[in-house]
Every structure is written in structure tokens, then in C-alpha cells.
T-cell receptor, first 111, second 113 residues
Framework: EPEVTQTPSHQVTQMGQEVILRCVPI?????FYWYRQILGQKVEFLVS????????KSEIFDDQFSVERPDGSNFTLKIRSTKLEDSAMYFC?????????FGQGTRLTVV | KQEVTQIPAALSVPEGENLVLNCSFT??????LQWFRQDPGKGLTSLLL?????REQTSGRLNASLDKSSGRSTLYIAASQPGDSATYLC????????????FGGGTRVLVKP
């Protein structure tokens, strides 16, 4: 069964460093998303991407964040200068039209 | 702005009991609503999708109902098993929130053998 895959599963980084989280969405899907979940809190939306551009972003998604679809299969989230409060589980999701499918997440720990 | 509440926050039942998980949302003009399962430290597994035109959706022992006018959805899990222990999340998608999902805080379920 097709699935969304994310790498790495866990990343530890020093404050101020850049990180890139990678996702391979399901191949025929058109809509791509990043969400995050801080430990003990709700899953919250970061950004959606359609037709090679950002379609919507939340207040969290400031200038420190960027997304890219560098080729036909990968979808990446970059955080330029990580802060302690960026520590969270980051989920990639994709959908063909309606139903969203999520990856297993990348646990980002900023120290 | 869409706000989603899930009650109860946690539920512990003996194996075999039926589970009833509630989700309420403030903006009733939704496109659809998804129920997800999340195991500790893991990703989100889509369980059921109910479109706005539907009243319910079933998959195996799972049944989800939707009452748009009152802003409520209920997930029923019949004959619970220890393997059903997880956190269950509901997430409506509404025009007011663009095409993103807005998540509730989840109901943490423990099914005791």
C-alpha cells in the first residue's frame, strides 16, 4: 500500500543550526502539507503546497521556514536557524483530493 | 476560526466494551472530517473520512457519525481489543480554515485485557 515516508526519523541539532526534513509523498498526490506536534500539544498546521507553490501557511511558518519540491518525488521542510521551541514531531502529509495521509514523522530535538 | 474539542480526554475500558469518542467543532460549514489513530511517538493513521454530505461511515468495527448542524462527530469502536489502545484524533476541514485540517486534542484510549 502506498505510504508517505519521512527521513530522518529522529534528528538532534544544535540551536542556530539549519535542518532539512525530507518527505516522499504518495506518488499521484497533488497536495502536500507539513504539520507539527509539540510534545503534549495538538497537531498544528504549518504549510500547504500545491502546484509548486505555497497555498497556505500558518503564523508559525515565518521567514525561518521554507518548503521545496526539488524534484518529482521529494518534499522538504527547511528550518534556517533552529530554536529550542522548534523541538517537536514534524509530520508530512499528502492528499490526492480529500483524504490526507500522514508519514511517521521526524522527531526534531534542538539542544 | 475553527476550534475542535474532544471529550473525554482519556478513557480506560475492559476488553470487549464498546467505545464512544466525541468530537465537537465550532464552524459547522465543513468539507469533511477525518478520524485518525496515533500510537505513542508515531505518525497519524487515517481511520475514516466522512464527507460533508454523509451522515456516517463504517470500516470494520469502526463507525463514525457526523452531525454538521450541531458541529459534532462521534467515533464508535465496537468490541474493543487491547490493540485499540491509542490516541484518537478528529480533524475537520473547513472553508474558513482553508484546505488544512484542524485537530482536536485527542482521546487517549486504554483497553485493558
Amino acid at each position: 500500500e502506498p505510504e508517505v515516508t519521512q527521513t530522518p526519523s529522529h534528528q538532534v541539532t544544535q540551536m542556530g543550526q539549519e535542518v532539512i526534513l525530507r518527505c516522499v509523498p504518495i506518488s499521484n498526490h497533488l497536495y502536500f502539507y507539513w504539520y507539527r506536534q509539540i510534545l503534549g500539544q495538538k497537531v498544528e498546521f504549518l504549510v500547504s503546497f500545491y502546484n509548486n507553490e505555497i497555498s497556505e501557511k500558518s503564523e508559525i511558518f515565518d521567514d525561518q521556514f521554507s518548503v521545496e519540491r526539488p524534484d518529482g518525488s521529494n518534499f522538504t521542510l527547511k528550518i534556517r536557524s533552529t530554536k529550542l521551541e522548534d523541538s517537536a514531531m514534524y509530520f508530512c502529509a499528502s492528499s490526492e483530493e480529500v483524504e490526507a495521509f500522514f508519514g511517521q514523522g521526524t522527531r526534531l530535538t534542538v539542544v | 476560526k475553527q476550534e475542535v474539542t474532544q471529550i473525554p480526554a482519556a478513557l480506560s475500558v475492559p476488553e470487549g466494551e464498546n467505545l464512544v469518542l466525541n468530537c465537537s467543532f465550532t464552524d459547522s460549514a465543513i468539507y469533511n472530517l477525518q478520524w485518525f489513530r496515533q500510537d505513542p511517538g508515531k505518525g497519524l493513521t487515517s481511520l475514516l473520512l466522512i464527507q460533508s454530505s454523509q451522515r456516517e461511515q463504517t470500516s470494520g468495527r469502526l463507525n463514525a457519525s457526523l452531525d454538521k448542524s450541531s458541529g459534532r462527530s462521534t467515533l464508535y469502536i465496537a468490541a474493543s481489543q487491547p490493540g485499540d489502545s491509542a490516541t484518537y484524533l478528529c480533524a475537520p476541514q473547513s472553508p474558513a480554515a482553508g484546505n488544512k485540517l484542524t485537530f482536536g486534542g485527542g482521546t487517549r484510549v486504554l483497553v485493558k485485557p
